[in-house]
């Protein structure tokens, strides 16, 4: 209890559906031990998921914020 925890909130743009494929292709090559709690939100414990994550939605043109916390309760 207590750890720190990195909140990954994205939105990518719904203009290309290929390019959405391909985001989240690249998104489970990148994301190996984070959490999904939507497809547009990722905790992880890991700062450099939470950062990989962050520039790949920047590379695809998205939209992006990391927020850190306290684990108040298991993720």
């Avoid at 489970?28 to 984070?34: A, D, L, M, R, T």
């Avoid at 950062?51 to 990391?66: D, H, K, P, T």
Wanted: net charge positive.
């Amino acid at each position: 209890m207590g750890n720190s925890v990195y909140i990954v909130d994205y939105d990518i743009p719904k203009d290309l559906p290929s390019q959405r494929v391909q985001f989240y292709r690249d998104l489970k090559k990148v994301n190996g031990q984070g959490n999904f709690s939507t497809k547009s939100v990722i905790c992880t414990e890991e700062k450099e998921l939470a950062e990989a994550v962050y520039w790949l939605v920047i590379a695809f043109g998205g939209r992006v914020n990391i927020y850190k916390g306290k684990e108040v309760y298991p993720v």
